[in-house]
Structures are given as C-alpha cells and as structure tokens.
C-alpha cells in the first residue's frame, strides 16, 4: 500500500468543491473535520464533523464545506494485490459515510504519515507504509469496537451488507447469484436488494456488473490470462456473456482493450 499524495489538516475556503463525475480514479481516505455535503454515485449527504469515507474510486462522487470552510484530512492510495486481503479482513466501509465522534487518534496518525511522506530521511517509504497499515487496523478497530455506520450504531444485518459489497469489488468470482447473496445476508431475495440499494444507494446488480468489469480490466492489463480464463475469475458462465458485457460497458472488446494498453 503506498500513498500518492497526503494532507493533513487541511483548510478549503467556501468556494471548494471536489467533483469527480467518472470517479477518483484510486481509493482516497478522508477525516472529515468540518460539517460538509457529500453526493456518491447520485445520492446526497449532510455530513458531520469528525466522520470519514473510504471512496473505492470507482463510483462518481462531489464534496465540499456545507458552512464555509472545509477542513479535512486526505490520503490517495496506491493498492497492490496483496493489500486486497488485508482489507477484506478489515472489514472497512466502502464509498459509505461513517460518523465516528471522534478521529483525534486518526489524524495524528495522518500527521506523522504526512511528515515521513515528504521526508528524505532514512526508512521514510518503510515507516510510512507501515503507518498506512497501522492508520487502517485502527480505525478498523474502532468500527468494531463501537459498531458504527453513517449517523447510527451499524446492525450485524448491515455489517453483512458492507462485507459482501466489499466481497463483489475484491473477489467477484466467489459472489453467487442474487439468491446466494440475500441468503448470506439472513434476508429475502427482495428484502436484500431493497436494503442493499438503501444502504449504497445503487443496485446490487450495478456492483455485480462493475466489480467484474473493473476486475477484468485489471487482468486484461496485468496478466497473460486467456479471455476465456479472466471471463471465468471474473464470476461469468461462459466467456461470451462477458464479452457482450464487456463491449457494452467499455465500447471495445477485451481483445481490443488489452491491446489498447
């Protein structure tokens, strides 16, 4: 896990607005610090002090001060494959708000990554990634600890649903059907898609169909693997579902993309 860039404490005046429509592109990591309105994927927030969100960077997001000036603490990450275990594991909240009461114990942390991320001194990459892990353990400690989720205390249901949508992005090829998911879930086929869509504000079908995607992509540019084999990691029956989907998604074929890169 390595950090693009990072800031802490950080004072926006009123007129900030952050606006990405296609996504972050990369996971960022915000402590929000000052009141401050969030829109995710087309659904808006009214946002406390002292909350964070872990932003996937896949989905389109906007944010900034709600009563003048924004302050927050931010880190861009760089993930490596072997990271995607040690998050699955943690069990953090992705592209979801959480209000904590207080992030004093995060934001030092932040500092300290702040002053080894622009330092020369010796071991600062290996300190600094170190922290990184450190920063994300203990904030999944207190997720927990206290149980919370945006505003309220987070329900095993809910836990449930925040382990399975980070399941989808990291792992597709182990996510059943709707069926199998609503039955990990503890619910009905239509109280699980009702719930999850009012949890993260799109479908579960919408996720299904990214994490495969971005997951292919991902594939098609790192490995040697044959476009039937991605298909079938990727969670597809056959490999010609996933090149129709595919197409439909990106506008080219994966041959056409892989060889785009």
Not at 204 to 211: A, E, F, P, R
Request: glycine share 6%; hydrophobic share 35%; net charge negative.
């Amino acid at each position: 896990m390595e950090i693009g860039t990072i800031g802490y404490n950080y004072s926006h005046n009123s007129e900030f607005v952050f606006d990405k429509p296609n996504g972050i592109g990369c996971p960022l990591l915000l402590l929000i610090k000052t009141p401050a309105f969030f829109e995710i994927d087309g659904v808006k927030h009214i946002v406390k002090e002292n909350s964070f969100i872990f932003f996937s960077g896949k989905l389109p997001c906007k944010y900034g001060g709600l009563n003048g000036v924004y302050t927050d603490d931010w880190i861009f990450i760089s993930m490596k494959p072997e990271d995607e275990e040690l998050f699955a594991r943690l069990e953090i909240p992705v592209d979801t708000i959480v209000h904590l009461g207080n992030i004093e114990e995060l934001s030092r942390i932040v500092h300290i990554l702040t002053y080894e991320h622009y330092s020369a001194s010796f071991y600062h990459s290996e300190i600094e990634e170190r922290y990184v892990e450190i920063l994300f353990m203990k904030l999944s400690r207190i997720l927990k600890d206290k149980s919370y989720l945006s505003d309220n205390a987070l329900s095993e249901r809910n836990n449930r649903l925040i382990h399975i949508r980070n399941r989808i992005y990291i792992d597709p090829e182990s996510i059943p059907d709707v069926e199998g998911l609503a039955a990990e879930s503890g619910l009905s086929r239509s109280g699980f898609q009702h719930l999850y869509k009012k949890l993260f504000g799109v479908s579960v079908m919408t996720d299904v169909i990214n994490g495969r995607i971005e997951n292919a992509k991902r594939l098609l540019s790192s490995t040697n693997l044959t476009v039937k084999e991605i298909a079938v990691k990727c969670g597809y029956g056959n490999e010609y579902n996933f090149m129709r989907q595919f197409k439909s998604r990106c506008g080219q074929t994966p041959t056409q993309y892989r060889n785009c890169i």
